[in-house]
């Protein structure tokens, strides 16, 4: 597995074009970078970056090339998914009673795609007695019932 401590240190160095420079941006030693690179390179089993000794440049060679576009993506993605996962959630609560002897085959297909549809709303199901699901609804305990009840016997 790619380690994205890793990825983000060798998109450093390609953009900053050296280690020394990426060392004082990631705020660790110039030898750490470097270590972070190697062992990145190690893991995959490819040279990512050439080294121009002399004048204390680095390029991505074709290979790192590719490595820093996916390493780009990874990174967007992991901070995509922090920021949705910190991100204070307003799933509203959707309160449904359901009597215990209801065929629930077809109702769980129902209900399966209601939540797919509705990803901001969280379903909670309780199971019941009609005249307790009734009462549910009128303390306001549930939010919408489906209720066995003799025909002119209340509001629907």
């Known amino acids: 597995m790619l ?3 890793l990825l983000r240190t060798l998109v450093c160095v390609v953009d900053e074009g050296s280690f020394t420079r990426a060392a004082s941006r990631v705020h660790r030693t ?9 062992k990145l ?5 490819k040279t990512l970056l050439w080294r121009d000794r002399a004048g204390g440049n680095v390029s991505a060679t074709e290979d790192g090339e590719v490595m820093v576009a996916y390493a780009r993506r ?8 922090e920021h949705v996962l910190s991100a204070p959630r307003k799933a509203s609560v959707l309160r449904l009673g359901i009597p215990e002897d209801f065929d629930v085959t077809q109702l769980t297909a129902l209900l399966a795609g209601f939540a797919a549809s509705h990803a901001d709303v969280r379903l909670e199901t ?3 007695m009609s005249m307790d699901l009734r009462q549910g609804l009128e303390s306001g305990d549930l939010d919408l019932a489906l209720i066995k009840r ?7």
């Open 30 to 38: 110039q030898s750490t970078v470097s270590q972070q690179v190697r």
């Open 150 to 156: 003799e025909p002119a016997d209340g509001p629907c």
């Open 126 to 128: 309780s199971s019941g």
């Open 41 to 45: 390179e190690q893991g995959v089993g």
């Open 3 to 5: 380690d994205l401590e």
């Open 74 to 81: 990874l990174l967007a993605i992991a901070g995509e998914a």
